[in-house]
């Protein structure tokens, strides 16, 4: 009796174990720019996408009303983390999808005077942010990649 009820706990832990396919890449190749509708929501219909950037504009421009027509930019890097920006913003934000919606995990400092039309690229392992005539920055969910990191291969 003993051994067949060792013998259905194997098999109920064997059946209980975690299946993991690695290694994965949740990266979009290139970023999108997503506009809002008058209910401030955002829709990128080839990633199946959807959600409604009035907390955003709140944290980032102290203004959830006037959103309709408003375009943020969206890119996935590869570990599925969203990096989110808009014109204006002095902030790069970093969401990771939850059963709820997208949980903001980071946000940065990116300009004093705010980002003239951000715009996003893969250059893994890290996410490039270009505005405008300025300088290009690399980031990682973390933050900015400094100059010095970027020479030893590491992040800061």
Known sequence: MRSFIVAVAVL?????STLTL??????WPVMSELTADNSGTVREDRYHLSFNIKPLMQEELKDSINVAGKTVSIIRDRQGFYFVAGSKFKNVYVFQHTSDGLSLVASFSVHPKGLTNPEFNQRPPHIQLLSGKDKPLLLTRGGVVTPSAQTQGGTK
């Open 12 to 16: 109920a832990l064997a059946g209980c």
């Open 22 to 27: 690695a290694p994965s890449d949740f990266a």
